[in-house]
């Protein structure tokens, strides 16, 4: 059977353009134009592929994305963006997204991005529904959550000490937390300190935190008996089952919902978890590994995160450095993502020309190490000669860098409530890029509190 995919796009003309040129690839294509439309396709029918555009007439595609998540968490969403919304994906692939393709639209980067989007989807679905008889296959299934690159150890002092760290903390029993901005390669982090463990045999097993819907929480992390709820038509093993022996990585842990911090905390303590629907409880072995970009300790004391499960899962503290601190690392990174691309799109490029070396040396790279290999996979892709040269680049590397002396209102950017509502909304947009996007820093330079300035960013629609 064909692969079904929905397409949701308000330009009517591209919309159709899509259906015709994937058609011609095997899948089977809806089209769709409001997210209003794309809801109600979604309760009808299951599609194991929906694109969509960031924006919409009605909605957004961040919104859009947490409906079908809720609705059906085993599709896999891809957004379609232009140059000024890369910053809105790469904060949606926290939420569940699998990746985003930069508009106008490659057609061998479509494609190569649905197969990735299905293999990860097939993947998944046989690790989530499989009754306790695939306990051995989760083994092999271990890295499928994981980014498809190995660790770079790097040369640079920040990248060494990292080292020390993961070296010193991966042959114990602590938990540890990771900390650092999105896309800083946090995953391969937990997997190179599980691979160096005593468990590096066993089962390692990652979870989005970010991508689980409140009502599955439960379901999803300690599984559930065939028809223990509406939907539950099959046994299913819960992340903490089969993790057991082995490891869990906790991703962008600092997103579970309250309700969801008792139920973790309980099965860290206890080390017991009992399936939904059950009422037998079961003894699990497992080393956790927790990541996020937030600000947990001031999540503590703003009554966000609970302080009990704070401490449990802090037991080791690791920061992992943004790329750009990591000095000329940037190369030997950019280097490593040339030769995974050159074996996933089979070509034979052999290297950056050195113009590109030195924009890669001086670009910011809000997005990290994700960004990075998605602009050097896009590059392979366009690159018809043997050095990649500044011209496949996308637009957003050469887009000047606010000046904040000039671009800033004059009023002191510390205190929010000197500003006027006229001047308030560009303050608080200010602070976010100021802070790479970071919503707790950010509170911290306008002198305000989190939840305000989430208050103020839905006054204002401000959408990372």
């Known amino acids: 059977m064909n692969q079904k995919v ?21 899948f089977e294509v809806d089209n769709v134009f409001n997210s209003q439309d794309a809801k109600q396709a979604i309760d009808n029918n299951y599609f194991d592929i929906v694109l969509t555009d960031v924006r919409l007439p009605d909605s957004d595609g961040i919104e859009l994305l947490k409906y079908i998540k809720s609705k059906s968490f085993s599709s896999q969403v891809i957004l379609m963006t232009g140059y000024t919304e890369i910053k809105t994906a790469v904060n949606a692939m926290k939420l569940g997204a699998f990746d985003y393709v930069s508009k106008p639209i490659n ?20 690790y989530t529904y499989k009754s306790s008889k695939s306990k051995s296959s989760s083994t092999s299934n271990q890295t499928s959550e994981t980014e498809d690159l190995d660790y770079v150890k790097g040369e640079s002092k920040v990248s060494l000490q990292l080292q020390e760290y993961i070296e010193l903390v991966a042959p114990t029993n602590m938990s540890v937390l990771i900390i650092g901005d999105s896309g800083t390669g946090k995953e391969n982090i937990a997997h190179s300190i ?16 970010g991508a689980i819907p409140k009502e599955l929480a439960s379901s999803e992390f300690f599984g559930h008996i065939k028809g223990s709820f509406t939907g539950a038509v099959a046994d299913k093993i819960g992340h903490f089952e089969a993790a057991n022996g ?9 997103n579970l919902s309250y309700e969801v911090q008792i139920q973790l905390l309980r099965a860290l303590q206890e080390r017991k978890v009992k399936p939904v ?18 600000d947990l300790l001031k999540a503590v004391k703003e009554g ?3 302080e009990d499960l704070y401490h449990r899962l802090n037991e080791f503290g690791i920061v992992a450095p943004r790329l750009t601190d990591r000095g000329s690392d940037v190369v030997m990174f950019a280097n490593h993502f040339l030769k995974n691309s050159n074996k996933e799109l089979e070509k034979e490029v052999k290297g950056f020309s050195p113009e590109v070396e030195r924009i890669f040396l001086t670009y910011d790279w809000p997005g990290n190490l994700r960004e990075m290999k998605n602009i050097i996979k896009r590059s ?24 904040p002396a000039n671009d800033a209102p004059e009023t002191n950017l510390q205190d929010l409530k000197l500003f006027s509502s006229k001047t308030e909304e560009h303050a608080i947009r200010t602070a976010l890029e ?18 305000t300035l989430y208050n103020k960013m839905k006054l204002y629609e401000i959408e990372l």
């Open 434 to 451: 100021k802070v790479k996007f970071n919503k707790t820093k950010a509170a911290q330079l306008l002198g305000i509190d989190r939840k």
């Open 246 to 254: 082995g490891t869990i990585f906790l991703d962008e842990v600092g």
């Open 194 to 209: 599980h691979s160096l463990s005593k468990r590096s045999t066993k089962p390692y097993i990652a979870v989005d935190c």
């Open 107 to 126: 057609p061998d980067e479509l494609v190569l991005t649905i197969k990735q989007a299905l293999d990860k989807k097939n993947k998944t679905t046989d």
């Open 380 to 403: 392979v892709l366009l690159t018809k000669g043997d050095f990649i040269e500044k011209e496949v680049l996308p637009q957003e590397m050469f887009i000047p860098k606010a000046d």
């Open 6 to 26: 929905l397409v949701i796009d308000d330009d009517v003309p591209f919309c159709e353009m899509l259906k015709t040129f994937l058609t011609k690839k095997g």
């Open 277 to 294: 629907g059950s009422s037998t409880e079961m003894d699990v072995d497992i080393r956790v590994i927790a990541a996020t970009n937030e």
């Open 304 to 306: 966000e995160f609970r």
